[in-house]
């Protein structure tokens, strides 16, 4: 019986990262290295962690080897065991399959590309970025991918890797995508460079003397050099409907000093996070709570978009143009940044109402494409360039 390359655990690790308590993930729970949880409040060590992946990876080679009738190299078993890891099974991709077992090993490397898409036909930057690791590992290249991670790069990982953060910014600019990185990655008091958004003020808020960044150079500074709160990011991105029309005067309200709040009040359980599992995105955090359970607006905003015609029982796929399979929801619209509730049984606000923080929006359902009662909470730089909430939140 082959052995699990290193490559193979290698690359797998780098891309998964590691979650030591089980957390809700695609209609399962998962833990350790995206592998199968067997309960929903399992916990276990790292060793333990290593061991399962070691195995639903040696799994893995085993399935290769079954189905590919030509020799492999190791690098090229690794890639395939990876891609066959990532994805369930490699053999629902009958080109790479038939390029592989007609020994036509060239064109099988360039199918690794296009396995880069969402159940809808979106390609995804972050999925696009580890087939391109794998096809170069195939093929025996450097996938530029270092794998023996220093502890900056590891905890970009854990949170939901802040290249793949970055990489979805780039559709909407390279404003935003600088204000992506830089939010991802000043820490302590250090102040972000003019022009900084809202959401740097969130993440930084003891950043008013002028400081020296060791990233991006001088602060911000202080005094009557600092915009208002009211002067940042504010741009005429109107308030969108549910059938994508805008109107012309964008949301200028603050949020306040402490940033954002829970839009649940304890109890919740905290069921999963925000990152790439199973070669999907999960672009916010699940919060599971029972039905009904009130859900409070995250900060002073205005309703953006709003969709409340879903059952409250799961019926997949069901939502708004633009939040397909999200169910009942209620979109915010804040000062530099945006905030989405979906799953929802009920909606206590309407569409171009203000509200503030703190105040009841709806209330936790099952709706959409749901495995359960739950609020699903993502946090947005724009209307579409979701970030992990908990660089906004303490959940």
């Known amino acids: 019986m082959a052995q699990v ?25 998962s833990i350790g290295y995206g592998t199968r949880a067997k309960s929903s409040t399992e916990i276990i060590s790292k060793e333990e962690a290593e061991k399962r992946l070691r195995d639903e990876l040696q799994s893995s080679v085993n399935n290769v080897l079954s189905y590919v009738n030509r020799p492999l190299n190791d690098n090229q ?14 053999k629902q991709f009958p080109k790479l399959m038939a390029a592989l077992n007609s020994g036509n090993f060239n064109e099988a490397a360039n199918q690794f590309l296009d396995i880069n898409k969402d159940i809808t036909g979106n390609v995804l930057l972050g999925l696009s970025r580890r087939r391109k690791a794998e096809r170069d590992l195939f093929l025996g290249k450097s996938s530029g ?6 502890s900056v790069e590891q905890t970009a990982n ?3 890797s802040l290249v793949q953060d970055a990489g979805s910014a780039i559709s909407n600019g390279l404003a935003t995508l600088q204000s992506g990185i830089q939010s991802a990655l000043l820490t302590g008091q250090n102040c972000p460079p003019p022009l900084y958004t809202q959401q740097d003020r969130i993440i930084y808020p003891g950043c008013l003397q002028k400081t020296a960044n060791p990233i ?17 990011n504010n741009q ?11 109107a012309a005067e964008p949301y200028n ?20 996070k925000f990152g790439w599992r199973w070669g999907k995105m999960h672009r916010g955090v699940d919060l599971a709570a029972s039905l009904g359970t009130p859900i409070y607006a995250a900060a002073d905003g205005v309703v953006d978009a709003i969709h409340i015609s879903c059952p409250v029982t799961p019926k997949y796929g069901c939502g708004a143009p633009g939040f397909g399979g999200y169910g009942n929801i209620v979109f915010l619209k804040h000062q530099g940044l945006y905030t989405l509730y979906a799953h929802l049984s009920s909606a206590a606000v309407s569409l171009g ?31 579409d360039n979701a970030v992990d909430p908990t660089k906004f939140i303490q959940f």
């Open 5 to 29: 390359p290193q490559a193979l655990l290698d690359i797998v690790k780098h891309f998964e990262g590691c979650e030591l308590k089980a957390y809700w993930d695609r209609g399962h729970y």
């Open 77 to 90: 078993l690794a890639a395939l065991a990876s891609l066959n890891f990532n994805t369930g099974n490699i």
């Open 145 to 150: 991918v270092n794998y023996h991670l220093n």
């Open 158 to 160: 854990q949170v939901g």
């Open 216 to 232: 991006f150079g001088n602060g911000l500074g202080s005094g009557a050099a600092a915009p208002g709160v009211n002067a940042i």
């Open 236 to 246: 005429a991105n109107g308030q969108s409907q549910d059938n994508g029309s805008q």
């Open 253 to 272: 309200g603050q949020l306040k000093p402490g940033g954002l709040i829970i839009p649940l009040k304890k109890p919740y359980t905290f069921t999963s």
């Open 353 to 383: 109402q203000t509200v503030k923080q703190g105040q009841v929006i709806g209330g936790v359902g099952d709706s959409g494409s749901s495995q359960g009662k739950h609020l699903h909470f993502e946090t947005r730089l724009s209307r």
